[in-house]
């Protein structure tokens, strides 16, 4: 009898519009009163009512309801499961008849009726499958889980039937709900989604509704409340209106499930039938990015570089309130490379075949990622594997289209022509580009390249000294080097060569990490040694390039650390002074050299190594020489002349004892030496 008076004074409660507050009341009141009931009718009218009653869905915020109202049947179904595995004391009185979980079950999906639209449904067959799915998979029978998997897709196919356009706000709970439960469905309920209808509405409610990230203009919004304190540094206020509302976006139903979110929508990606629609989600990817970029570009913060945060920001924005914005931004950033992974898994796999669109669906990916790179360049290279497979897959699909992808890097090319841009984005920008050139290198004819390449490369060559440019300066050398390295490009080799070289070696050690030096030196001899048409004309030219490192050695210093590369900062990188990287450097060379100047070079080498001093280094270069000489980079002729210098020419004496004894023999085994002095 007290349940069911409970229930008629709730019921009476939920008649009437109420506030935040009272209906977060009715609400837990509804949750306690739906595990106490025992009849099946009462349990039915009062989800019935949960679902319609203007104290829940009128006066209060209709995303909020949404979100509670699934979180009611989510806690009610857990609860039942609790009470189910709940043992009786002894003697305990049972007070009431319990309802078992089967016929709950039922009489709460009867409460989704025709009252209330299909939207509405969804939200208790989900919080249903939520809760008693929360207890490892073992709240349910089989039977009775798969039942309500297919009411529960019934229901969406249904509810999104009825959306009239995307703007509806029925779009934001369809999609909010999905994406709860996506994860623990089965695999034939995933499939049986109109996934070309849902996908419209998952990616207006991630990217552009007011519940989701707005197009981006939470960041102008922000702008206003970034000031300058008395300290003369830039701060945003944790307690200022725009963090607050940044907060409430964060805990939002839409950013709190945006994993489950952008996991649906790479689903209905991959198995939507509309290529129409695949092509328009690459585009709306493509637009928010941009307008993402334009706001952060116009944001004061964006005009602090990373590595100056600590100068001109002021302590409470950096341990406060910019995390949470760089939350968001990352947050931002997985959601769309996941979805991006599925597109081009589209135009790979099963393709999208047209010629037309697998270049622009490239492109366009490349261009999101550009627009991202103010939050990836943050995570550094190689942050997660998603992101290298979404970047790489776009180039070797734009490479197919020469001409397409001259167009997109003359669309991302450097808007000055010859100064290097103060604002710290549009430097991100330049390295995005440098990064994509060096890519692109192999595909595009002479002229382009060196119209596009080379003065681009130009500007950042001589910048290492400069640690926020240090990203740019390592990028400027390898888009010269994969220029150097193409084939077709050796006219530009003949031209550039003097000034690459003097760039090179006025920029170490001082500014020129040593992985960057050796793989610039080994990639210079590679280019110029046979059979390349350079040495056709120039014959000497890689000894002379080995020449002007050796002759660096004797006076490299011993004590200095060399910088060490961001570039491939995932590969472990030993510490190398001045002269122990020279010496890596003529020992990475020698599998490129003329035949000739060969065994002239390894006896070079060795004396070099043989004049560092510190043990670790020693053993390091020692290592190198030996891979060098025995995993497979010299070929066949190369190799025998190793095996001749190492075995007979001294080279494993002074490689090893640092002394060369020549094997000048033959001596009769069991000989002494001239040393003995027996």
Same mark, same amino acid.
């Given at each position: 009898?007290?349940?069911?008076?409970?229930?008629?004074?709730?019921?009476r409660?939920?008649?009437?519009?109420?506030?935040?507050?009272?209906a977060?009341?009715?609400? +837990?009141?509804?949750?306690?009163?739906?595990?106490?009931?025992?009849?099946?009718?009462?349990?039915?009218?009062?989800?019935? @009512?949960?679902?319609?009653?203007?104290?829940?869905?009128?006066?209060?915020d209709?995303?909020?309801?949404?979100?509670? $109202?699934?979180?009611?049947?989510?806690?009610?179904?857990?609860?039942?499961?609790? @009470?189910?595995k709940?043992?009786?004391? /002894?003697?305990?009185?049972?007070?009431?008849?319990?309802?078992?979980?089967?016929?709950?079950? %039922?009489?709460?999906?009867?409460?989704?009726?025709?009252?209330?639209?299909?939207?509405?449904?969804?939200?208790?067959?989900?919080?249903?499958?939520?809760?008693?799915?929360?207890?490892?998979?073992?709240?349910?029978?089989?039977?009775?889980?798969?039942t309500?998997?297919?009411?529960?897709?019934?229901?969406?196919?249904?509810?999104?039937?009825?959306?009239?356009?995307?703007?509806?706000?029925?779009?934001?709970?369809?999609?909010?709900?999905?994406?709860?439960?996506?994860?623990?469905l089965?695999?034939?309920?995933?499939?049986?989604?109109?996934?070309?209808?849902?996908?419209p509405?998952?990616?207006?409610?991630?990217?552009?509704?007011?519940?989701?990230?707005?197009?981006?203009?939470?960041?102008? $919004?922000?702008?206003?409340?970034?000031?300058?304190?008395?300290?003369? %540094?830039?701060?945003?206020?944790?307690?200022?209106?725009?963090?607050?509302?940044?907060?409430?976006?964060?805990?939002?139903?839409?950013?709190?499930?945006?994993?489950?979110?952008?996991?649906?929508?790479?689903?209905?990606?991959?198995?939507?039938?509309?290529?129409?629609?695949?092509?328009?989600?690459?585009?709306?990817?493509?637009?928010?990015?941009?307008?993402?970029?334009? @706001?952060?570009?116009?944001?004061?913060?964006?005009?602090?570089d990373?590595?100056?945060?600590?100068?001109?920001?002021?302590?409470?924005?950096?341990?406060?309130s910019?995390?949470?914005?760089?939350?968001?931004? %990352?947050?931002?950033?997985?959601?769309?490379?996941?979805?991006?992974?599925?597109?081009?898994?589209?135009?790979? +796999?099963?393709?999208?075949?047209?010629?037309?669109?697998?270049?622009?669906?490239?492109?366009?990916?490349?261009?999101?990622?550009? =627009?991202?790179?103010?939050?990836?360049?943050?995570?550094?290279?190689?942050?997660?594997?998603?992101?290298?497979?979404?970047?790489?897959?776009?180039?070797?699909?734009?490479?197919?289209?020469?001409?397409?992808?001259?167009?997109?890097?003359?669309?991302?090319?450097?808007q000055?022509?010859?100064?290097?841009?103060?604002?710290?984005?549009?430097?991100?920008?330049?390295?995005?580009?440098?990064?994509?050139?060096?890519?692109?290198?192999?595909?595009?004819?002479?002229?382009?390249?060196?119209?596009?390449?080379?003065?681009?490369?130009? *500007?950042?060559?001589?910048?290492? =000294?400069?640690r926020?440019?240090?990203?740019?300066?390592?990028?400027?050398?390898?888009?010269?080097?994969?220029v150097?390295?193409?084939?077709?490009?050796?006219?530009?080799?003949?031209?550039?060569?003097?000034?690459?070289?003097t760039?090179?070696?006025?920029?170490?050690?001082?500014?020129?990490?040593?992985?960057?030096?050796?793989?610039? $030196?080994?990639?210079?001899? *590679?280019?110029?040694?046979?059979?390349?048409?350079?040495?056709?004309?120039?014959?000497? &030219?890689?000894?002379?390039?080995?020449?002007?490192?050796?002759?660096?050695?004797?006076d490299?210093?011993?004590?200095?650390?060399?910088?060490?590369?961001?570039r491939?900062?995932?590969?472990?990188?030993?510490?190398?002074?001045? %002269?122990?990287?020279?010496?890596?450097?003529?020992?990475?060379?020698?599998?490129?050299?003329?035949i000739?100047? &060969?065994?002239?070079?390894?006896?070079?080498?060795?004396?070099?190594? =043989?004049?560092?001093?510190?043990?670790?280094?020693?053993?390091?270069?020692?290592?190198?020489?030996?891979?060098?000489?025995?995993?497979?980079?010299?070929?066949?002729?190369?190799?025998?002349?190793?095996?001749?210098?190492w075995?007979?020419?001294?080279?494993?004496?002074?490689?090893?004892?640092?002394?060369?004894?020549?094997?000048?023999? /033959?001596f009769?085994?069991?000989?002494?030496?001239?040393?003995?002095? &027996?």
């Amino acid at each position: 009898m007290t349940t069911d008076r409970s229930l008629a004074t709730l019921l009476r409660a939920l008649q009437s519009p109420s506030s935040e507050q009272d209906a977060a009341r009715l609400l +837990g009141s509804a949750t306690a009163l739906l595990t106490l009931l025992s009849n099946p009718l009462n349990i039915t009218l009062l989800t019935s @009512q949960l679902l319609t009653a203007p104290a829940i869905w009128y006066g209060t915020d209709g995303v909020s309801a949404e979100s509670r $109202i699934l979180a009611v049947f989510s806690a009610a179904s857990s609860e039942k499961i609790h @009470q189910e595995k709940t043992p009786q004391f /002894p003697g305990a009185i049972q007070a009431r008849e319990e309802l078992g979980k089967e016929p709950w079950l %039922k009489a709460v999906v009867r409460g989704a009726d025709e009252k209330s639209p299909r939207w509405k449904h969804m939200l208790v067959i989900g919080g249903l499958l939520l809760g008693f799915e929360s207890h490892d998979g073992n709240g349910l029978p089989v039977t009775l889980r798969r039942t309500l998997e297919n009411a529960m897709i019934k229901a969406t196919n249904l509810a999104l039937q009825e959306v009239k356009n995307v703007g509806d706000p029925s779009c934001a709970s369809i999609s909010i709900a999905l994406g709860y439960v996506f994860d623990i469905l089965n695999a034939s309920a995933k499939n049986q989604i109109q996934h070309d209808l849902l996908l419209p509405l998952l990616v207006a409610t991630m990217l552009f509704s007011k519940i989701g990230l707005q197009w981006g203009y939470f960041l102008g $919004i922000m702008d206003v409340d970034v000031l300058q304190d008395a300290d003369s %540094k830039f701060g945003w206020s944790p307690n200022c209106s725009s963090y607050s509302q940044m907060q409430h976006l964060a805990s939002g139903p839409v950013l709190a499930g945006f994993g489950g979110l952008s996991r649906l929508s790479a689903f209905c990606i991959s198995n939507a039938k509309d290529e129409n629609l695949i092509y328009k989600t690459s585009k709306d990817l493509a637009a928010f990015t941009r307008s993402l970029c334009i @706001q952060w570009q116009q944001n004061k913060l964006s005009e602090v570089d990373v590595t100056e945060e600590q100068v001109y920001l002021n302590e409470d924005s950096m341990r406060k309130s910019l995390p949470l914005l760089w939350e968001i931004l %990352k947050s931002t950033l997985f959601a769309v490379v996941i979805m991006e992974t599925s597109l081009l898994g589209r135009v790979i +796999g099963d393709g999208i075949k047209s010629p037309l669109q697998a270049p622009s669906m490239a492109s366009l990916a490349l261009h999101t990622l550009r =627009n991202l790179s103010f939050v990836s360049s943050r995570l550094g290279p190689n942050s997660f594997s998603q992101y290298n497979y979404v970047y790489m897959s776009s180039i070797d699909i734009l490479s197919s289209y020469p001409a397409e992808a001259e167009v997109f890097l003359r669309e991302i090319q450097f808007q000055s022509s010859s100064n290097i841009p103060e604002h710290p984005h549009e430097r991100c920008n330049d390295l995005f580009f440098l990064n994509a050139a060096e890519q692109f290198a192999l595909c595009l004819p002479k002229s382009i390249v060196d119209e596009l390449f080379i003065p681009s490369a130009s *500007r950042y060559l001589g910048v290492g =000294n400069d640690r926020r440019l240090l990203e740019s300066f390592e990028a400027a050398h390898s888009v010269v080097l994969a220029v150097f390295s193409c084939p077709q490009n050796h006219e530009l080799v003949i031209q550039y060569l003097p000034f690459y070289i003097t760039t090179l070696f006025r920029a170490f050690p001082q500014n020129l990490s040593s992985r960057q030096f050796r793989l610039a $030196i080994k990639t210079l001899v *590679r280019i110029t040694a046979p059979p390349s048409l350079i040495s056709e004309t120039q014959p000497v &030219l890689s000894a002379t390039i080995l020449e002007m490192v050796y002759s660096l050695v004797s006076d490299a210093s011993s004590e200095h650390i060399l910088p060490v590369s961001k570039r491939g900062a995932d590969d472990p990188q030993p510490v190398l002074s001045d %002269k122990a990287a020279l010496v890596l450097t003529l020992i990475d060379s020698l599998p490129f050299l003329p035949i000739t100047d &060969l065994q002239e070079w390894l006896s070079l080498t060795a004396d070099s190594l =043989n004049s560092l001093r510190d043990s670790a280094m020693v053993e390091e270069c020692r290592h190198r020489f030996w891979e060098a000489l025995s995993i497979g980079e010299m070929d066949v002729a190369r190799a025998q002349i190793c095996v001749q210098w190492w075995n007979m020419k001294g080279g494993r004496n002074s490689v090893l004892h640092g002394k060369a004894v020549l094997d000048d023999g /033959p001596f009769m085994s069991g000989a002494l030496g001239e040393l003995s002095k &027996l």
